[in-house]
């Protein structure tokens, strides 16, 4: 694999790129799809209607959306925490990088999107080329307080601004809890989708599989008439009553629980501690 010039932190043991060192790596693919652990995900779809030119840039645990090892050009986003990347301290390095190999495979980029997040040398990813790619200040002053960016976001947002000449495609970008996958709470969902959405209409990426297209389109085509913003407030008068609506059902159902709920947290304090909580007590003494 060629050399990159890169902007190496005084730390040794990590890889951190310039902003045109990113540009000249990415630049030679025609399409870059960022692949979500979704069920929304179609990827015989994708490679069967995008050009061989394509990079697909996987997240984490990607045994949720593979079932054999990737034939392509690909990338692996190991995303980070305060113990550093999950797949590392989870001891899973092995596990997601056997999906991964050969001269396609343009390694792996372990990011954090905040401050409290650590990155892991490059040394614990078992021989895998890893870069490193610090987004927490680019989230500042951005994303929603109290609540942290996933990792899809961080890196569409990341590629939009590089400006790169490739299509940028995010497949699977649904935010919808499933049986198979969990939606966290973390996370600001209904910000994201709202960015991305407004991102994909302004043509600086393209959303495909799990995103439907604006059923209010088709209302600005029956009433030509009414201007955009009453429909939009029209929208979002519907959509608040549904709300208040449903908030009540969860008052009611939050006091039908809570006897449940008593037991729950009583036996939740003989739970045997993680390690990530065994891990923070230890790095505050």
Known sequence: MEAIPSDNKAM???????????????????????????????????????????????????????????????????????????????????????????????????????????????GRFEGAQVRHLDLAQMLVGLYPIGKIATSGFAVALWLADLQLPAKILLSGFSAKRSEKWKVFDVHDWTFEQIFLRLFARMGSISMMGGVDASPYSALAKRFPEVPPIEIAMTAAEVLSERLDNTNTQIDRLMSVTKFIRSIDNFFRRFKPKTRKERFLEKSKE
């Not at 043991?13 to 693919?29: E, H, Q």
């Not at 015989?44 to 996987?58: A, C, K």
């Not at 949720?64 to 989870?90: C, N, Q, T």
Request: aromatic residues 10%.
């Open 12 to 122: 040794t043991g990590f890889n951190s790129l310039t902003p045109d060192a990113w540009r000249a790596l990415l630049s030679r693919y025609s399409h870059i799809v960022l692949v979500a652990n979704s069920e929304a995900v179609d990827l015989e779809r994708l490679r069967s209607e995008l050009p061989e030119t394509t990079l697909y840039v996987f997240f984490n645990k990607v045994y949720k959306v593979l079932d054999e090892p990737f034939i392509g050009h690909s990338m692996l986003v190991a995303r980070s925490d305060v113990m550093g990347a999950h797949i590392v301290h989870r001891r899973e390095v092995a596990d997601v990088l056997r999906f991964f190999g050969g001269d396609d495979f343009l390694g792996v980029v372990n990011i954090r999107v905040s401050a409290e997040e650590n990155l892991s040398e490059s």
